[in-house]
Nanobody, 123 residues
Framework: QVQLVESGGGLVQAGGSLRLSCAASGRTFSSYNMGWFRQAPGKEREFVAAISWSGGNTHYSDSAKGRFTISRDNAKNTVYLHMNSLKPEDTAVYFC????????????????WGQGTQVTVSS
C-alpha cells in the first residue's frame, strides 16, 4: 500500500506556471509507476501524465505535451508535475495515482490515489 498527498495547487493567471508535488509514504515508492490525472467540474477524470518507476519512461496527454513535465525523485518519495503556459481549460482538481505493474490511461486501472489539489487558471 502507498498513501499519496498532493500539494502545490492554487490560483494562477493564464500563461503562468505551477509545480504540483505528490508525496508518497512507504519505503517502496521506487517500485511504483506514477500518474497525474485531473477532473474539471462536470467532466470525467482524465489522464494528464505518467512516469515509470525508474523515471525512464514518460507519457503525456495531447493537451499536456509541450507544456507539462512529469518527474520524480525516488530519494524523496515524490513525483512532480511542472505546468507551464497554463490555460483556463487546465482548471481542475489534479490527482496523483500509483500502480505497480503498468501505466494506464484509464483511471480505473490505478489502485492508489491522493485526495487531489485544486488548480485554477484565470483568464
Amino acid at each position: 500500500q502507498v498513501q499519496l498527498v498532493e500539494s502545490g495547487g492554487g490560483l494562477v493567471q493564464a500563461g503562468g506556471s505551477l509545480r504540483l508535488s505528490c508525496a508518497a509514504s512507504g519505503r517502496t515508492f521506487s517500485s511504483y509507476n506514477m500518474g497525474w490525472f485531473r477532473q474539471a467540474p462536470g467532466k470525467e477524470r482524465e489522464f494528464v501524465a505518467a512516469i515509470s518507476w525508474s523515471g525512464g519512461n514518460t507519457h503525456y496527454s495531447d493537451s499536456a505535451k509541450g507544456r507539462f513535465t512529469i518527474s520524480r525523485d525516488n530519494a524523496k518519495n515524490t513525483v512532480y508535475l511542472h505546468m507551464n503556459s497554463l490555460k483556463p481549460e487546465d482548471t481542475a482538481v489534479y490527482f496523483c495515482a500509483a500502480a505497480t505493474n503498468y501505466i494506464a490511461f484509464n483511471d480505473l486501472l490505478w489502485p492508489f490515489w491522493g485526495q487531489g489539489t485544486q488548480v485554477t487558471v484565470s483568464s
